[in-house]
DNA sequence: ATGGTCGATAGTCGA
């Protein structure tokens, strides 16, 4: 089975860029979408269903903002929108889906770029999930994280780490909650199979951050201890250009 | 230290 995470920045954009072309290539079997940026009505649904995927998708209240979206080539078991014990739904970063007893989590986590308002909002958004996961570990075994994590875990993870160590995404509490997750029950697909540096997921629209790779490595895709030892691979894509992220995959036997 | 770019929207805001 294989998984793939991308942050398409304006799934309406992506589209216009080969995203639909891009998906009727079957590129995995299950893929996690982040940052929508629709209202329900307005995802091309019919248009991806066409591709041959199934769309479930939880938008933000905010019309044009954030926004996730599972799409997979066989319906799941069961659709989660959002997290039922939060108070902060309205942003539309969380959806899941059960296929079996695989849990796939797909998350938008919040970005702390536009001020220290949000950076508070992105810690607290942190800490009810690292509670949300602990608490779906006690009853799945089987559990993939994709998303958007808006952190890069190590120096290795980021193309100029002096630079950024005060800047958020980067922050050591954000690296520390990274390090909590892969210290208690977590695995960094990713890292299994890739070590070296210079990998990312992210670049900066501004000057030419791309072409001169000065990116970040900020999604993810994270699955349970048991299911280490049926991972297959793990890569990024980064010359697919749909978006200001690439997509990741990851493979596993099930 | 500053400005540079997008997407979605109709304000600029958020990334």
């Keep these: 089975m294989r998984i793939i995470t991308y942050n398409v920045n304006g799934i309406r954009a992506a589209i216009k860029k080969g995203f639909l072309e891009w998906l009727s290539t079957n590129p995995a079997d299950i ?5 929508i940026k629709a209202n329900e009505e307005d995802v091309p649904k019919a248009a991806i269903e066409a591709t041959g995927y ?15 979206a599972i799409l997979c080539r066989t319906k ?5 929108y959002g997290n039922e014990h939060s108070q902060s739904n309205a942003e539309g970063r969380l959806i899941c889906a059960l296929f079996g007893d695989l849990y796939v989590v797909n998350a938008y986590f919040p970005s702390g770029t536009s001020g220290e308002e949000r950076q508070t909002y992105k810690y ?14 006690k009853k799945h075994s089987k559990i993939v994280i994709c998303g958007d994590y808006n952190i890069c875990h190590k120096a290795i993870d980021i193309h100029d780490p002096v630079r950024n160590q005060n800047y958020t995404g980067f922050l050591p509490e ?3 909650w990274m390090e909590q997750l892969f210290t208690t029950g977590f695995v960094d697909t990713f890292r299994e199979f890739n070590k070296e540096p210079h990998q990312y997921t992210w670049w900066s629209q501004l000057g030419q951050a791309r072409a001169n790779n000065k990116g970040w490595r900020i999604d993810y895709i994270s699955v349970s201890e048991p299911l280490r030892a049926n991972l297959r691979g793990a890569a990024i894509y980064p ?5 200001d992220h690439c997509p990741m995959y990851m493979e596993m036997e099930l």
């Design 31 to 35: 893929i996690c979408v982040q940052e």
């Design 54 to 68: 199934h769309v479930y998708s939880y938008s933000a209240q905010k019309k044009g903002y954030s926004g996730v």
């Design 76 to 80: 799941p078991t069961e659709v989660i």
């Design 124 to 137: 607290q958004w942190l800490s009810e999930f690292y509670a949300y996961i602990q608490e779906l570990h």
């Design 174 to 176: 954000e690296r520390a």
């Design 239 to 243: 010359t697919i250009v749909h978006s």
